[in-house]
């Protein structure tokens, strides 16, 4: 069974960092592009970036390029978020998800549960 | 930047009744364009891929259509489970810039 699932979310302050992980199971994590999304409280689904199966490209969002850095550890199967320079529209939760498209990004399935990032002070 | 505009806003309907979605893209993507479903405190789940391709285990009820700039997600006849917050969402050029629309909310009339 395909799974992904995200840890470390939490509450973080305003300027803070945070690393969220993605762990997969149950496909070829290399073969797969990834992607992370995010949606805030009551608010719709924003795309956050994606990561071809190999790592070597990444693309982002325009609100978190420069703050943001997506990477993965293949011996580990999983996907990271690290968040730096956190602002407080960043708050929501995180989903991780396998591009299902052959890395064009066109559709993903399946979503992880999802972790939730606070940023408070 | 693609902008998807989704219509209605909500949708109160019937068990049994149609439900006719729309979606409408800036600029043209093609058959780019994917649906989710999302249920109150769950993760989002793909329904229809290349706008009229259903994904795996999704009922036939569902149906995607359009191409170009105007797409519709139907289900025929609506379950009890079906009650839900849709989702469109097209990938744009490349590099990639992923964009969801604001969603339909299918609520219980």
């Known amino acids: 069974e395909v799974q992904l699932l995200e840890s470390g979310g939490g509450l973080v302050q305003p300027g803070g960092s945070l690393r969220l992980s993605c762990a997969a199971s149950g496909f070829i994590f290399s073969n797969y592009a990834m992607t992370w999304v995010r949606q805030a409280p009551g608010k719709g689904l924003e795309w956050v970036s994606g990561n071809s199966g190999n790592g070597a490209d990444t693309y982002y969002a325009d609100s978190v390029k420069g703050r943001f850095t997506v990477s993965r550890d293949r011996s580990k199967n999983t996907l990271y978020l690290q968040m730096n320079s956190l602002r407080g529209e960043d708050t929501a939760v995180y989903y991780c998800?396998?591009?299902?498209?052959?890395?064009?990004?066109?559709?993903?399935?399946?979503w992880g549960q999802g972790t939730l990032v606070t940023v408070s002070s | 930047e693609i902008v998807l505009t989704q219509s209605p806003a909500t949708l109160s309907l019937s068990p049994g009744d149609r439900a006719t979605l729309s979606c409408r893209a800036s600029q043209s993507v093609s058959s780019y364009l994917a649906w989710y479903q999302q249920k109150p405190g769950q993760s989002p789940r793909l329904l229809i891929y290349d706008a009229v391709n259903r994904a795996t285990g999704v009922p036939a009820r569902f149906r995607g259509s359009g191409s170009g700039t105007d797409f519709t997600l139907t289900i025929s006849s609506l379950e009890p489970e079906d009650f839900a917050v849709y989702y469109c969402?097209?990938?744009?050029?490349?590099?990639?810039?992923?964009?969801f629309g604001p969603g339909t909310k299918v609520d219980i009339k």
């Open positions: 998800a396998r591009d299902d498209s052959s890395g064009w990004f066109r559709w993903f399935d399946p």
């Open positions: 969402q097209q990938r744009g050029n490349w590099p990639p810039r992923v964009t």
